[in-house]
Nanobody, 129 residues
Framework: QLQASGGGLVQAGDSLRLSCAAS?????????????ISWFRQAPGKEREFVAA????????SYSDSVKGRFAISRHNSENAVALQMNSLKPEDTAVYYC???????????????????WGQGTQVTVSS
């Protein structure tokens, strides 16, 4: 089970930190060590789009061009959680943000939502101009 939190209403230029906590499921040691956790977002009337991804070890990351340099994804091993630090927010960042996870040892096609089996419930981020 993935639990996303941290959304809210902010003004353009502000920051927010989202968290995705994994709980309630026993993954094998192989699955845990080869898992990729990602963030996607979906704005009203638009398709779900990739935001950022991180390997479970934290040594590989990927970002969409629209957030590169403004957002940072990180892992917190002790908490089984992944954070998305969002800085310099823009109105076009407004969306429901979802975290997703699946086993992906080669970190392939992380930007495709079809690669993920497990999804959190979403958290709303609204950025006013």
């Amino acid at each position: 089970q993935l639990q996303a939190s941290g959304g809210g209403l902010v003004q353009a230029g502000d920051s927010l930190r989202l968290s995705c906590a994994a709980s309630g499921r026993s993954f094998s040691a192989y699955s845990r060590s080869n898992c990729v956790i990602s963030w996607f977002r979906q704005a009203p009337g638009k398709e779900r789009e990739f935001v950022a991804a991180i390997s479970w070890s934290g040594d590989r990351t990927s970002y969409s061009d629209s957030v590169k340099g403004r957002f940072a994804i990180s892992r917190h091993n002790s908490e089984n959680a992944v954070a998305l630090q969002m800085n310099s927010l823009k109105p076009e960042d407004t969306a429901v943000y979802y975290c997703a996870a699946d086993v992906n040892p080669l970190f392939r096609a992380v930007q495709s939502s079809k690669k993920y089996t497990y999804w959190g419930q979403g958290t709303q981020v609204t950025v006013s101009s």
